[in-house]
């Protein structure tokens, strides 16, 4: 049974820090590229940031580059976001997802349940 738990999230004033972590179980970690992705109240779920498994290449969402950074310890299975310069507009659920690295595509097949974070103004 695949399970993806988010930890990290809270409440921050706007200009703070924040880092997310998602630990991963029943999957080969290695074998999955994770991503990032939040959902606001009444919005759309939206990519954040991804990481591929082998070559740890990363892609951003142009609303996060240079304030956000997604990194991966294959050992430890989890994932994690590095939220920086925080803006009351990041004020989501965060949550991570994994895909196989074997298919090409954009579905993503696991997801977790997500963590709140909040930035105040």
């Known amino acids: 049974q695949v399970q993806l738990v988010e930890s990290g999230g809270g409440l921050v004033q706007a200009g703070g820090s924040l880092r997310l972590s998602c630990a991963a179980s029943g999957l080969t970690f290695n074998n999955y590229n994770m991503g990032w992705f939040r959902q606001a109240p009444g919005k759309e779920r939206e990519f954040v940031a991804a990481i591929r498994s082998i070559i740890g290449s990363r892609d951003y969402a142009v609303s996060v580059k240079g304030r956000f950074t997604i990194s991966r310890d294959n050992a430890k299975n989890t994932v994690y976001l590095q939220m920086n310069s925080l803006k009351p507009e990041d004020t989501a659920v965060y949550l991570c997802?994994?895909?196989?690295?074997?298919?090409?595509?954009?579905?993503?097949?696991?997801w977790g349940q997500g963590t709140q974070v909040t930035v105040s103004s």
């Open positions: 997802a994994a895909k196989s690295r074997f298919v090409a595509t954009t579905v993503y097949d696991y």
